[in-house]
């Protein structure tokens, strides 16, 4: 019994020592303040600064798209669309819609 319990245990430790050796893939300096930042059901990543709302590319790092009148965000006011490439944001009384890889409405 004891054999079966140190090969279960081993069966658990080694998958998750795999974990821990994440590399960095990139590292990218905005200018200013993230507020919040959200990755896709897709695949992108999509920042709200206070300077604008962002597109990044989650394999460089370089921002795709931004949209300066979309700034200082909450995160209330993102909500992805299922199924969809599209995610809305509302700011006051005013609904928009976006395409999460072209940032446009």
Do not use: C
Request: charge should be negative; charged fraction near 20%; avoid cysteine.
């Amino acid at each position: 019994m004891t054999g079966f319990r140190s090969l279960f245990i081993l069966f658990l430790i080694i998958p998750l020592s795999h974990f821990g050796q994440m590399e960095l893939k990139w590292n990218k300096q905005l200018p200013n303040d993230i507020q919040w930042q959200e990755v896709t059901a897709l695949g992108n990543l999509i920042v709200s600064s206070s300077d604008a709302l962002m597109g990044i590319d989650t394999d460089t790092g370089e921002v795709n798209w931004s949209i300066r009148s979309l700034s200082n965000l909450g995160r209330q006011s993102y909500e992805e669309l299922p199924n969809s490439p599209f995610f809305t944001i509302t700011t006051d009384r005013t609904l928009h819609l976006i395409d999460q890889f072209s940032g446009k409405e």
